[in-house]
């Protein structure tokens, strides 16, 4: 059973069926102008859900993302929007919450090559190293990311690795 809970605000449907998601509730689920939701009905209820088409394809993702750790030994992550949706070596941080520079980054398009320590935040806790991170982009949206962390330094020739793992999920997906 699915518990509801209520906002107390109430919205009226115009001529062509359209509501407005009032701004505090989009900010607090994190939905951003232009993403999609998906809809669902059960008895007399309309529910929405933010939708993402990258964990359609989760067992493609962790077969792409096995694929690529065993290869090329290297910590991989891959995001959508909001959340982790594979971490090879840190896989109990998969259906976490990205942290906010990193949805920055997804808003941006934003691709990170530098050669020297950052931080930001996995699962909560900050985590100090080198990262290469590579937005993956649909012909219209930024679906997610693809991170290289590592707490030694890396070579930055592996960005030509995450635009082609990027590039091959956006193809496997088939987002049109």
Same mark, same amino acid.
């Given at each position: 059973?699915?518990?509801?809970?209520?906002?107390?605000?109430?919205?009226?449907?115009?001529?062509?069926?359209?509501?407005?998601?009032?701004?505090?509730?989009?900010?607090?689920?994190? @939905?951003?102008?232009?993403? +999609? $939701?998906?809809?669902? !009905?059960? /008895?007399?209820?309309? *529910?929405?859900?933010?939708?993402? =088409? #990258?964990?359609?394809?989760?067992?493609? @993702?962790?077969?792409?993302? +096995? $694929?690529?750790?065993? !290869?090329? /030994?290297?910590?991989? *992550?891959?995001?959508?929007?909001? =959340? #982790?949706?594979?971490?090879?070596?840190?896989?109990?941080?998969?259906?976490?919450?990205?942290?906010?520079?990193?949805?920055?980054?997804?808003?941006?398009?934003?691709?990170?090559?530098?050669?020297?320590?950052?931080?930001?935040?996995?699962?909560?806790?900050?985590?100090?190293?080198?990262?290469?991170?590579?937005?993956?982009?649909?012909?219209?949206?930024?679906?997610?990311?693809?991170?290289?962390?590592?707490?030694?330094?890396?070579?930055?020739?592996?960005?030509?690795?995450?635009?082609?793992?990027?590039?091959?999920?956006?193809?496997?997906?088939?987002?049109?």
């Amino acid at each position: 059973m699915i518990l509801l809970k209520s906002t107390g605000v109430i919205r009226r449907i115009d001529e062509l069926g359209r509501i407005v998601l009032p701004k505090e509730i989009r900010r607090n689920l994190g @939905i951003r102008e232009g993403e +999609n $939701l998906e809809i669902f !009905v059960e /008895e007399d209820k309309v *529910i929405l859900k933010k939708y993402s =088409k #990258i964990k359609d394809y989760k067992e493609t @993702i962790h077969k792409i993302g +096995n $694929l690529v750790t065993q !290869v090329y /030994e290297m910590n991989l *992550i891959i995001t959508d929007r909001d =959340k #982790i949706v594979y971490a090879n070596k840190f896989s109990t941080y998969e259906e976490t919450d990205l942290d906010m520079k990193f949805i920055q980054l997804i808003h941006n398009r934003e691709s990170v090559v530098k050669n020297d320590i950052q931080t930001y935040k996995l699962n909560g806790e900050e985590k100090s190293g080198y990262y290469l991170i590579q937005p993956i982009i649909s012909s219209t949206d930024c679906l997610g990311l693809l991170i290289i962390f590592n707490e030694k330094s890396i070579k930055e020739e592996n960005l030509t690795l995450l635009k082609f793992v990027a590039n091959l999920i956006v193809n496997k997906v088939d987002i049109s």
